[in-house]
């Protein structure tokens, strides 16, 4: 098959959803639910066979498999030590959802009807809330807004230390709730251990939850491989998308919705190649400008914390759990039964409070893990001792960066500039969860077992010495998002029902949608944002009919 060869597939299918991430896949097989409904999923990245993919320790392993990730690469700036950072992002079915550190945070009540109050009604807590509770298979069970019938499976930590228990005791002490569901609707500061999206030990991927279980639906097509260059046009309706595969040229076409569901660095990529975006950098690049929506691509938010460690007796960690014949006998026990510290996420224990005396919300959280890591290594692994961790960072950064194109060309992934701590109150921000981190271990539960802090050390005391810690040590935390805002203002790219301003045919569902940061990790409130999209969609599309 030559180069040159496009694969036309005609108006075979209805919708056209580009990505098959946390939302993605959850847009699959809602739509497709209606046999009447002619759905095409498209990936970039292939079967999500890897066996690494599956382990939940095996993260470690496949997050720099180019073959399973796109390595995204930021600019270097002031604030991140004058240095690019490696932002990761899923080449694969599931996306994301198939590399990330498993916990599922669905955001706080309160985040959502902000998120109402700058678009609509319809994404305001009482339907957000009711989104989760569909998608979820809860471990501990149907509350009010927590569901135990949906197709993903929501489980609680297993493996617990008398060093995990007292991190939980010691946000106890700092007059946080310990609670046993720490994804309650309340606005009040709570520590606990954190539910993660493994079941039976396994990851539970979105592809996993929400795709494979219907693949065999005869309406809907799945289709690997096929990077989406550009998008295709009928006047100034998105009909389809062109991509390439294995080297060839391939056209898809959509009746109905063509959806990106690619997520907040690869979404707005894939507008500006086809002229939606901000028409003076778009026409210097040789690209006709279908639509100048200067906001597509500005508007970036990250997590951008820092990891501090401390030393702590080495029977109390797990560090000596990844070392030697322990991790070989613990490989070996995952692989009979799918148990123990391989079986684990990222993070199982998180605290979310209110640190800034103006805040009227949480503004941080900290996830603690009772491992560190060697970072002088040249290759990922644990220290020689014990230890523990905290990764720190603000919940809601004012900072704002941009995504670029470098050119027209899907091979060259785009110019970001996270333009982290650009926000007075950000550098302020991050100086006292720091000190506040400190503050933690020294909690009369915890303090017994910590013996001294390795990262960033104690030579770091002062503002200017810890800012600098921040630069030297800080870390994204793989959540972007808002580089296609929604909202009710012609400015906004996106509208609230996920339609792209300026066209027909065309909608985004993911966290690129999300015009501020919610409180916590991005994956849950991807998926949620995708259930309740869906229903949307499905509404227009019944009204549609309805007016035939």
Aim: some cysteine; hydrophobic content about 40%; proline content about 5%.
């Amino acid at each position: 098959m030559s180069a040159a060869y496009i694969e036309r597939m005609g108006d075979q299918y209805d919708y056209i959803i580009v990505g098959a991430g946390s939302a993605g896949c959850i847009m699959a097989n809602r739509l497709s639910e209606n046999p009447a409904h002619r759905v095409l999923l498209i990936e970039a990245g292939g079967a999500d066979r890897h066996p690494f993919i599956h382990m939940p320790k095996g993260l470690a392993k496949i997050i720099g498999n180019l073959k399973l990730i796109w390595p995204f690469m930021t600019e270097a700036e002031p604030a991140s030590n004058n240095a690019g950072e490696y932002w990761a992002r899923g080449r694969t079915l599931g996306g994301s959802s198939a590399i990330n550190g498993m916990m599922y945070v669905r955001g706080q009540a309160s985040d959502y009807d902000a998120l109402a109050e700058q678009t609509s009604a319809d994404w305001d807590w009482a339907h957000m809330g009711a989104a989760y509770k569909s998608l979820e298979q809860h471990e501990l069970g149907a509350a009010e807004t927590r569901g135990d019938q949906g197709p993903l499976h929501v489980t609680m930590p297993t493996d617990r230390s008398p060093l995990t228990d007292a991190a939980i005791a010691a946000g106890v002490e700092m007059g946080y709730a310990e609670q046993r569901d720490v994804n309650d609707p309340s606005d009040d500061a709570r520590v606990g251990y954190a539910p993660r999206t493994i079941y039976r030990g396994k990851r539970e991927s979105a592809a996993t939850a929400f795709l494979h279980p219907i693949r065999s639906r005869p309406n809907l097509t799945v289709v690997t491989g096929v990077v989406v260059d550009h998008l295709l046009f009928d006047g100034r309706r998105v009909a389809g998308v062109r991509g390439t595969r294995h080297g060839a040229s391939v056209e898809y076409w959509a009746s109905r919705d063509t959806i990106l569901t690619a997520g907040a660095l690869a979404t707005p990529a894939i507008l500006q190649r086809s002229g939606i975006g901000p028409a003076g950098p778009l026409s210097a690049l040789g690209i006709d400008v279908v639509q100048d929506a200067p906001e597509v691509g500005a508007n970036l938010r990250e997590h951008r914390g820092i990891v501090m460690q401390w030393r702590v007796r080495d029977k109390a960690s797990e560090n000596r759990q990844f070392q030697g014949w322990r991790l070989v006998r613990n490989a070996i026990r995952y692989a009979l039964c799918k148990n123990g510290p391989m079986a684990s996420a990222a993070y199982e224990i998180g605290a979310w409070f209110k640190l800034l005396p103006d805040s009227t919300r949480l503004d941080s959280q900290f996830l603690i893990a009772p491992y560190t890591f060697d970072y002088d290594s040249p290759k990922l692994r644990v220290e020689p001792f014990g230890g523990i961790n905290i990764c720190a960072y603000m919940l809601r950064p004012a900072s704002t960066g941009t995504v670029m194109i470098r050119t027209a060309a899907s091979t060259d992934l785009p110019v970001i500039s996270p333009r982290f701590a650009t926000a007075t109150e950000d550098r302020s921000h991050m100086l006292a969860l720091m000190r506040h981190a400190r503050d933690y271990v020294q909690q009369s539960a915890l303090a017994p077992y910590v013996i001294e802090e390795t990262r960033p050390g104690s030579q770091y005391q002062s503002d200017d010495e810890l800012a600098e810690a921040h630069r030297r040590f800080g870390y994204a935390n793989y959540h972007a998002c808002g580089t296609c805002r929604m909202g009710q203002d012609d400015s906004a790219p996106i509208d609230p029902r996920l339609r792209v301003r300026g066209v027909d045919g065309l909608r985004v569902a993911d966290t690129s949608v999300f015009p501020f940061m919610l409180a916590g990790n991005t994956q849950a409130p991807a998926m949620a944002l995708a259930w309740r999209g869906a229903d949307l969609i499905l509404e227009d599309a019944a009204g549609f009919t309805a007016g035939k």
